[in-house]
């Protein structure tokens, strides 16, 4: 069966983790979670005071880029991927809210795009990957084999994303957690590099009223329908 690229595009917090860890399982393929890697540039602009307000500030940034190394690592006890910054596990750290408040202003920065597409780019070249993000399908692997956009209604979202936030302690509420979605999906719909966007060839997937294992198997559908051509 030929190797494919499978880019998975979709608002935030709609499941297109889920998908793609799945359908990378299930397929032997490598997950990569682009949106980790801008996560990454966030903590590190944090945690070297690069904020100024609510973004960051663009000439340190753009001069700290170079000591900024990203990789991602499988953990051999749970076999996932997890993302690391300058040899150092952030995984935890990436997924905080205070890196999801920030996140959105940092990856609408044009050099950081352009660096963060190169490296995932280099990441697809042996293809067999499943790749998710915002402009996967448009602007890093245009033309990836299998291109799905994924959406579910912002109430649904956000709902989602509180139970995941309070399985992991921390304390936050619907508003807050609709709040936060709402901003990012604006910042990264209207941004001019790279914006959310459907491909124009990709198939939709709203999975608002579709169970985990419905939304599978539709998936893994979708994928042997192409691998087979
Ligand atoms: O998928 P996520 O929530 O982990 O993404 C974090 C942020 O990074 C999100 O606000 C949008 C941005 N992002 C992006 O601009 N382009 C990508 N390919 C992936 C994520």
Redesign the pocket.
């Known amino acids: 069966m030929k190797k494919m690229v499978v880019a998975i595009?979709g608002h935030?917090?709609c499941g297109?983790?889920t998908m793609a860890k799945e359908l990378a399982r299930v397929t032997g393929y490598t997950y990569i979670?682009?949106?980790?890697?801008?996560?990454a540039v966030?903590l590190y602009c944090l945690e070297h005071g690069l904020f100024k307000g609510d973004a960051p500030d663009g000439e340190n940034l753009r001069k700290a880029l170079r000591d900024i190394h990203l990789s991602f690592q499988t953990n051999p006890e749970t076999g996932r991927s997890e993302t690391y910054l300058n040899g150092r596990n952030v995984e935890k750290e990436?997924?905080s809210m205070e890196?999801?408040d920030k996140?959105?202003p940092?990856?609408?920065i044009g050099f950081v795009?352009e660096e963060?597409?190169k490296q995932?780019q280099a990441l697809g070249r042996e293809k067999g990957i499943v790749?998710?993000?915002?402009?996967?399908g448009t602007?890093?692997f245009p033309n990836a084999e299998l291109k799905l956009f994924v959406t579910a209604s912002p109430e649904i979202r956000a709902q989602r994303r509180l139970e995941e936030l309070t399985a992991k302690g921390e304390s936050t509420t619907l508003e807050e957690v609709l709040h936060n979605l709402s901003k990012?999906?604006r910042?990264?719909s209207t941004?001019k590099d790279?914006p959310?966007k459907k491909a124009v060839d990709a198939i939709v997937i709203d999975n608002s009223n579709l169970s985990i294992s419905e939304q599978n198997r539709k998936v893994l559908e979708l994928f042997e329908e192409i691998a087979q051509k």
């Open positions: 595009d935030s917090s297109k983790s979670d682009s949106g980790a890697m801008y996560r966030t990436i997924r890196v999801a996140v959105s940092v990856a609408a795009r963060m597409v995932q790749m998710d993000g915002r402009d996967i602007v890093v990012r999906d910042i990264d941004r790279g959310l």
